[in-house]
Structures are given as structure tokens and as C-alpha cells.
């Protein structure tokens, strides 16, 4: 394996510690802050509306080299989570969070054409998929260890190591990561030309509406797990390596597959596995083993479908490239606020917490229809 794609990855580990944690010590940072969990829940919003705010940012940043932009984005992961770790209040929490997620979308987008670039010869979907593998290796045991430091320590020491991890990224981007060619410049407008044609939008669709599904349900995993599905607080963090490991697991599948047949269709069957598992969630929450399993198979679909999709974007964005690829993870954490959103109302609503599960079916459902859309119509044309 290349070492300049492990590079990537540790980008994306850092990234990811920072966006998942959230979900599984919620409970910590809202007695700490003293507001309620719904209220919390806002916290994974403000970093999805960052992520959004920050990846166009790269149209301004379209001349400068792939890896100088790489680098600063590093730099303002770093920045972003220790003022997370010395927040003194809710609304410090909700700021910091914010510029944590400026540079997720616009990393993603600039470590996924410079992994391609990198690849060998038929190996795009996989280079890829190895950058991305450092979000699922984050919740294979980043999130985990976070979990335990806030259980043993404080939530805060959590983000202080994101912020310390981000000096080792730093460094090994600097070092591994080679110069590459940068793509034309086909100005400012032209950054914005394949938002015209309907294939990028059914991608992007579908990645919002996906990941929204599955957020409505993972934003208060933890909670589920112990007051519906009866685990205790201690076993939390085992589940949470449960977890972590079906995202790895998808990670490589999506990427794999990706390259065998298509990415659109490896898409459409995850999304269809996904709205089912949802569903089968809300009806069976109180029974701990069968929840735990149907957790692992909604992560490793969630992590199956970047890799597709985060390629797809890539294939049917010309001209914009930079900006296409950043938009998936617009369209990601535009899915994950929403879903963060709107999974908490049936729990402000005095809902039972399996109630975000099924919130998140219909997401899931019409996720589905688009990606099916999108192969029919696009992908296949394209392949013809």
C-alpha cells in the first residue's frame, strides 16, 4: 500500500474521530454543558453546517497545489477541535464545532482526486476507498478510545487528542504526500458547469437523503442501546467497535465492488439493504442481540456506499472536479445535520428512542429511487 494514501487516510481518521464521537458521548457533553440530549444533538448540526460552509470554499482555492491545500485544511481540523476541548459553554461548543467541520468536505474532496491520481491503472474506486478507510478505522477504535477517555477522564480530552493527532497529520502529509498535477482551471464559472446537467444532482440526492436516513437513527444510538435495547453503559463501547468494524468492512466492499461492476449499482443495493434494516430496527429495538446486529449492517452500508458514490461525483463532474467531489461530502453532512434534526423530534415529542429509526425508512427509501434513476439513465449511457 502506498504510503501517500495512508497519508490521506490519517486525514480522514482525524476527521472522522471528530464527527463520530459525538454520537456515542452526546450524553457526557450535554450534562457537562447542562442542556438536554435533543439540544446536544444541535452540536452534530453545527459541524455538518460547517462542512457545508467550508468545502466551497476550494473554487477560491483552485490554483493553489493539491497539497498545500491539503495541508492547511489540516491545520484548521487542528484548530477547530482543541477549541472544542477548552469550550466553556454550550454556545463556545456549538462555534467550535462549527470550524471543525470547515475543512471535512473540502479534505475529502481534494484527498479523493489526489488518491485517484495516485492510483494504478484500474484502480481508482480502491486508492479511494483506502483514503476514506481512516473514517472507518476512526470508529473502528478512535471513536471507541474517545468514548473511553470521556467515560474515564472528560469529553473534553476526547477532542484534545483530534486536535493533537492533527500535528502527526501534518507532518506525514508534508512527508508522503507527493506534488501532483493539478487539474485545469476552467475558471470560476466552469467550477459550477456540471451542476447543469441532472446526473450530478440524483448523486448528491441520494447521498444527502441516504446518510440522513441513517443519521435520524445513529445520532442517538447510544440511548437506544440502553434504555430500549437494554445494554449497559459499559458495553457501549464494545458495540461502538461493533460498529467501527462494518464500517471498515464497507469501506472495502464499496471500493472493491466499485471496480468490478459499477459504482451507481453497488449504490442501489446498499440503499435497499439500508431502508430495510431501518425499518427492522424500529420493530425489534428491545431485543439487544438482533439491534446489534442490524447497527452492523446499517454501518457497513453506510460505509459501502462512499466509496460509489464519492467516485461517481468525480466521473460526471467535469471541469469541477474539486468542487464535485467536496459536494458529496456537503451533501453527507447536509444529510447527517438533517438527520440529527429530525430524528430528535419524536424524542422532543416524548417518542421512544427506536422512533429515529423510523423516521429515517422513507430517507432511506427515496435515496433509493434516485441512485436507481441515476443507474438507469445515466451511469448505464455512460458506460455504453
Not at 454520537?23 to 438536554?36: D, K, N
Not at 446518510?211 to 445513529?218: H, K, L, R, T
Not at 461525483?313 to 456537503?330: D, M, N, R, T
Not at 432511506?364 to 451511469?379: G, L, N, Q, T
Amino acid at each position: 500500500m502506498k504510503k501517500s494514501l495512508i497519508a490521506l487516510a490519517f486525514g480522514t481518521l482525524g476527521l472522522g474521530i471528530a464527527e463520530y464521537v459525538m454520537m456515542a458521548i452526546l450524553p457526557y457533553i450535554a450534562e457537562g454543558l447542562q442542556v438536554s440530549i435533543p439540544m446536544a444533538g444541535h452540536l452534530i448540526s453545527a459541524y455538518a453546517l460547517g462542512v457545508c460552509a467550508g468545502a466551497p470554499m476550494l473554487v477560491l482555492a483552485r490554483k493553489f497545489p493539491l497539497k498545500n491545500t491539503l495541508l492547511g485544511l489540516v491545520a484548521l481540523m487542528m484548530i477547530g477541535n482543541l477549541c472544542a476541548a477548552v469550550a466553556p459553554n454550550y454556545w463556545v461548543m456549538m462555534v467550535a464545532r462549527f470550524i471543525s467541520g470547515l475543512p471535512h468536505g473540502a479534505y475529502f474532496g481534494v484527498a479523493s482526486i489526489v488518491a485517484e491520481k495516485l492510483a494504478d491503472k484500474g484502480k481508482g474506486s480502491e486508492a479511494v476507498s483506502i483514503m476514506i478507510a481512516g473514517m472507518t478505522v476512526a470508529n473502528l477504535f478512535g471513536v471507541p478510545l474517545g468514548t473511553s477517555l470521556c467515560t474515564l477522564l472528560s469529553w473534553r480530552v476526547t477532542f484534545l487528542l483530534v486536535g493533537a493527532w492533527g500535528v502527526l497529520v501534518l507532518y506525514y502529509v508534508w512527508k508522503w504526500v507527493p506534488q501532483v498535477e493539478g487539474l485545469p482551471d476552467t475558471g470560476f464559472k466552469g467550477q459550477f458547469r456540471f451542476l447543469k446537467r441532472p446526473a450530478p444532482w440524483l448523486i448528491l440526492g441520494t447521498t444527502m437523503l441516504g446518510n440522513g436516513a441513517i443519521f435520524c437513527w445513529y445520532s442517538y444510538i447510544n440511548p437506544l442501546l440502553t434504555h430500549v435495547s437494554g445494554f449497559s453503559a459499559e458495553s457501549i463501547t464494545f458495540l461502538m467497535i461493533l460498529a467501527g468494524f462494518g464500517m471498515v468492512v464497507g469501506n472495502l466492499i464499496g471500493g472493491r465492488l466499485s471496480d468490478r461492476y459499477t459504482p451507481g449499482k453497488v449504490a442501489a443495493a446498499t440503499q435497499f439493504i439500508i431502508c430495510f434494516a431501518l425499518l427492522a430496527i424500529f420493530f425489534v429495538a428491545p431485543i439487544n442481540w438482533l439491534t446489534a446486529i442490524l447497527m452492523c449492517v446499517c454501518t457497513t452500508g453506510l460505509f459501502t456506499l462512499s466509496s460509489p458514490l464519492q467516485v461517481s461525483i468525480l466521473h460526471f463532474s467535469p471541469g469541477g472536479e474539486l468542487l464535485g467531489a467536496a459536494g458529496v461530502q456537503v451533501a453527507f453532512n447536509l444529510g447527517n445535520a438533517l438527520g440529527a434534526y429530525i430524528g430528535g423530534l419524536p424524542l422532543e415529542a416524548g417518542l421512544g428512542y427506536q422512533y429515529p429509526a423510523l423516521v429515517g425508512v422513507p430517507f432511506s427509501f427515496v435515496a433509493f429511487i434516485m441512485v436507481m434513476v441515476f443507474v438507469k439513465r445515466y451511469e448505464k449511457m455512460q458506460s455504453v
